[in-house]
């Protein structure tokens, strides 16, 4: 296989990025100066080789703790559950909230065999246990997974003396967090709603 279409199967692996369109980037690359090439390269290298799961919350981190959870700014009282790293970014832009977060991995989804033990869930009952929490906001997508899994965990959490709230209705059912604007989020999170 030339190095060509080894670039293009690459790309193609993307999420969102079909064949045709990843040929098309591949001859955009190289009519543009190398340097352009080079640097997309370096980029993508540096990211693989620096970013990790933060220990604590699951975030993307360049060190042990992410930013949030090495901020001693942040209130460790309130624990906003979320499904992906990259929802942690959608609810930070907002600027409205001042807690910490816990990454799931996913969503439940027991026919595709993905279960609690599948997702940071038994960290996250592990944190709500020694952390001090008194509020966890669970902020997973509104699709069927993410409420199914909304569900589980107030039915798991709350038994435990732990006050459950959801964001508030507003966000658009069916749509994923990073899609949503952040106005639209904060309003979820200033109204969410004990569950
Ligand atoms: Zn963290």
Redesign the pocket.
């Known amino acids: 296989m030339s190095a060509i279409d080894r670039l293009a199967e690459d790309f193609a692996r993307l999420p969102g990025i079909g064949r045709k369109t990843a040929i098309r980037l591949v001859f955009h690359l190289m009519k543009r100066p190398k340097e352009e090439a080079l640097r997309l390269s370096g980029s993508i290298r540096e990211v693989a080789e620096t970013i990790r799961p ?1 220990e ?4 993307f ?1 360049e060190t042990d ?2 930013e ?2 090495s901020n001693p700014g942040r209130d460790t009282s309130l624990l906003c559950v979320v499904e992906e790293a990259y929802d942690v970014g959608a609810i930070e832009r907002t600027g409205q909230f001042k807690g ?2 816990h990454v799931l991995g996913g969503r439940l989804s027991p026919l595709d065999g993905v279960g609690p033990e599948e997702l940071s869930i038994p960290h996250l009952l592990e944190r709500v246990g020694s952390d001090a929490v008194s509020e966890v906001i669970v902020a997973t997508n509104a699709s069927v997974e993410g409420e199914a899994t909304a569900v589980y965990l107030e039915n798991t959490i709350r038994p435990l003396g732990i006050k459950v709230t959801r964001l508030a209705r507003g966000i658009p059912v069916g749509s994923d967090l990073e899609y949503v604007d952040g106005t639209t989020i904060a309003e979820a999170l200033a109204g969410r709603r004990e569950m």
């Open positions: 933060c604590r919350c699951g975030n981190a703790l992410c949030i959870c910490v977060f």
